[in-house]
């Protein structure tokens, strides 16, 4: 027992290295006082620009996947070993939220559900991928693609899961899509007010059906 939980405690340092608040040292910044304030991949590219934020995405989605990894070392048992990856991920996930390095003050986490996934269920990562992108693509609206992206999950785990590990994924996946709606809770208080931030750039499906409709 004590191993095990020293690897979720792991999981916990390791998720609570922030590749925004990192990478930001190294060029002096704090993407903390700039924009929207989040510690997260999207406020990375909007005050940084893309490759800085390719290198937070990298940064996030390596670090929960480390962990799931180390882990399930060692583990002969499937459905134990999905167990404690399970929670080693959402500790990751909880550490990059409220990083012990960096004054609890870090991001919304759905890079780091990207990393928890691409272990353990990358077909669910794959979903979550395509939903962000068509809301993105269609409404500009990055907070609402994530939300509505776990929420996705709910379903996919419902109909697609293995039958031995379906009760497992059933939680997990309610679990991540109501933690990844209350770090979007601002998102969605803006969203009701009709003030949320679009990428209109962003909005290339969108663009290409008015062009259709045009014709």
């Known amino acids: 027992m004590i191993p095990e939980l020293a690897k979720i405690l792991l999981g916990y340092l390791i998720g609570s290295l922030s590749g925004s608040l990192l990478l930001g040292r190294l060029r002096g910044v704090d993407i903390r006082t700039q924009g929207s304030g989040n510690a997260g991949g999207t406020n990375a590219f909007r005050t940084q620009g893309l490759g800085f934020a390719l290198g937070v995405g990298f940064i996030d989605i390596g670090k929960s996947a480390l962990a799931v990894v180390l882990a399930r070392q060692g583990v002969a048992d499937a459905g134990h070993a999905l167990t404690l990856g399970l929670l080693a991920g959402a500790a990751a996930v909880?550490?990059?939220?409220?990083?012990?390095?960096h004054g609890f003050r870090g991001?919304?986490?759905?890079?780091?559900?990207?990393?928890?996934l691409l272990v353990l269920w990358p077909a669910a990562l794959g979903l979550m991928v395509g939903v962000i992108l068509l809301v993105l693509t269609t409404t500009g609206l990055v907070g609402l693609g994530s939300v509505l992206s776990g929420l996705a999950l709910i379903p996919v785990a419902a109909l697609l899961a293995p039958p031995e590990q379906r009760t497992t994924w059933l939680v997990a996946a309610a679990v991540t899509a109501l933690f990844i709606a209350f770090t979007h809770r601002n998102n969605l208080r803006r969203l009701r007010a009709g003030t949320e931030h679009r990428f209109e750039r962003a909005r290339v499906l969108t663009r290409l059906f008015a062009r259709l409709r045009g014709r």
Do not use: E, M, N, S
């Not at 909880?94 to 390095?101: E, I, R």
């Open 107 to 116: 991001g919304k986490g759905v890079a780091t559900v990207f990393g928890v």
């Open 94 to 101: 909880a550490g990059h939220v409220w990083p012990l390095y």
